[in-house]
């Protein structure tokens, strides 16, 4: 157990003196937004995407935010010109002292030298590292998803095209000295192998996105109507927020667990609706050395990471971790194959002191043990699965569980 919490990370001569990154986005597009970054203690900034040749797709802006489901969807959005960014950077330079600004470049035109040429402006500006977008689905991925013949891979298709990836990756990773972050997308099923290709070309570090393409919830009443403000039609919409967590935290094992068995221990980055202390502890658990955070400071600005990083340092104290690294890939000793899991036997029990026949669990219809003689909420023991839905749709907490003996593996082997 130690008392000196050290919660910095450190990818290859960088050091963040934190793991919160603001992830590439609206919140990264002006010197302001990076003046206040470092003001509210975040350790670096991934600049808003520059992509050349400029314009691409560039609609301003339109996004919805759908509170209840915590799910933020958009997919008109504007980028920065490369110009833009070179500016950001070396202005971003000048204001901030500790914060570590990270480029974020994309190049879709028919030089083949074009991502290095790019990569090594951004250097020449005082990069201390560039983060390529192998990742944005709102690019040639819509596209081509949403029936559009499109000739070049851009963003998301070219992070998921593990020949051509690795091709482009390699080609940046000598162009330029400053470490090469890519992130990739989950999209094409194939990010742990797209991260493994990227390491084995000279990347220093890899990350995922999160962000999936989906079909916004739409008005059946009103089918050709659309969700956004100000804007006619849907396409298929960026995901992002809490929403994506579960989603994203595969993303980050998937990538941590292949390079792992691959040999290979680079510096991962996990991004998807981390928006507090929690949620920032299970990517590291899953194998993030730091976090990437956008919509967070979308829908909450940036001022609330103090509170996050007093709660993460009380939070190691709490558990004897003097690092990050102390519990970084954790889950990986919890997560099990299907077949290693501990299954027990057992049945569900009801308290006729709390439970009030308000009916709902008798309607589960998967359960063949619920009765309910003379409205009396009753159990058979025999019967019972033992799933446990009953006891998440009791509101009254009228329902446990009764556990009995580990199910012997073997007997759940089929023949
Ligand atoms: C409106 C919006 C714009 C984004 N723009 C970029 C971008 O330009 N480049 C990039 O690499 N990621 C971009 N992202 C992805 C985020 O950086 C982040 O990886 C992803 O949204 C998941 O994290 P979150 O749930 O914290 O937003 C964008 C996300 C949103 C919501
Ligand atoms: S545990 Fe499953 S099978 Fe058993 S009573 Fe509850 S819902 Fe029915
Ligand atoms: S859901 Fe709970 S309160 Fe309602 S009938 Fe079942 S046990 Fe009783």
């Known amino acids: 157990m130690s008392d000196a919490i050290d919660i910095s990370v450190k990818m290859g001569e960088i050091t963040f003196k934190n793991p919160f990154i603001v992830g590439a986005g609206p919140t990264v597009k002006c010197v302001d937004h990076l003046r206040q970054a470092e003001d509210g203690g975040w350790a670096g900034a991934s600049l808003k995407l520059?992509?050349?040749?400029f314009p691409y797709i560039n609609w301003p802006p339109r996004y919805r935010?759908?509170?209840?489901?915590?799910?933020?969807?958009?997919?008109?959005?504007?980028?920065?010109?490369?110009?833009e960014a070179l500016q950001l950077l070396e202005?971003?330079?000048?204001?901030?002292?500790?914060?570590?600004?990270i480029p974020t470049i994309t190049y879709d035109g028919e030089d083949e030298e074009g991502w290095a040429t790019m990569a090594r402006r951004f250097e020449e500006a005082g990069a201390q590292a560039i983060e390529l977008n192998m990742?944005?689905?709102?690019?040639?991925?819509?596209?081509?998803?949403s029936g559009e013949r499109t000739e070049k891979a851009t963003g998301a298709s070219l992070g998921s095209d593990l020949v051509e990836l690795p091709r482009v990756v390699g080609r940046i990773v000598e162009a330029v000295k400053v470490p090469i972050i890519v992130k990739l997308t989950p999209e094409g099923g194939k990010i742990a192998q797209a991260a493994y290709q990227c390491i084995k070309a000279g990347a220093a570090a890899v990350g995922g996105v999160a962000n999936r393409l989906g079909i916004p919830d739409i008005d059946i009443r009103d089918p050709m109507g659309t969700i956004y403000r100000l804007q006619d039609h849907i396409t298929l919409g960026c995901l992002s927020g809490p929403w994506i967590r579960p989603l994203a935290l595969r993303d980050t094992y998937e990538m941590r667990f292949f390079l792992n068995k691959m040999g290979m221990d680079p510096f991962v980055l996990g991004?998807?609706?981390?928006s507090d202390l929690s949620s920032?502890?299970?990517?590291?658990?899953?194998?993030?050395?730091?976090?990437?955070i956008c919509t967070e400071?979308?829908?909450?600005?940036?001022?609330?990471l103090p509170k996050v990083i007093d709660g993460l340092k009380a939070y190691m104290k709490e558990m004897g971790y003097g690092k990050i690294r102390d519990f970084r890939d954790l889950l990986h000793r919890n997560l099990k194959s299907a077949n290693e899991l501990t299954v027990y036997d057992g049945y569900a029990q009801v308290d006729l002191e709390k439970c009030n026949a308000c009916e709902l669990c008798w309607n589960i219809g998967h359960c063949p043990a619920i009765t309910h003689p003379d409205g009396t909420t009753t159990i058979d023991r025999d019967s019972c699965?033992?799933?446990?839905?009953?006891?998440?749709?009791?509101?009254?907490?009228?329902?446990?569980?009764?556990?009995?003996?580990?199910?012997?593996?073997?007997?759940?082997?089929s023949g």
Not at 65 to 83: C, Q, V
Not at 271 to 274: H, I, K, T, W
């Open 65 to 83: 935010w759908l509170r209840k489901n915590k799910l933020h969807i958009f997919s008109a959005e504007s980028r920065l010109t490369p110009g």
């Open 297 to 304: 400071t979308m829908v909450r600005g940036f001022n609330w």
């Open 385 to 413: 699965l033992a799933c446990s839905t009953c006891v998440d749709i009791c509101p009254r907490g009228a329902l446990s569980m009764v556990k009995g003996k580990p199910i012997p593996a073997e007997s759940t082997v």
């Open 271 to 274: 991004s998807g609706g981390v």
């Open 280 to 292: 920032a502890v299970q990517q590291i658990m899953v194998g993030a050395d730091a976090v990437w």
């Open 135 to 145: 990742c944005c689905p709102n690019m040639s991925f819509n596209l081509t998803t």
């Open 50 to 53: 520059a992509i050349e040749p």
């Open 91 to 101: 202005e971003g330079r000048k204001v901030t002292k500790e914060l570590v600004l």
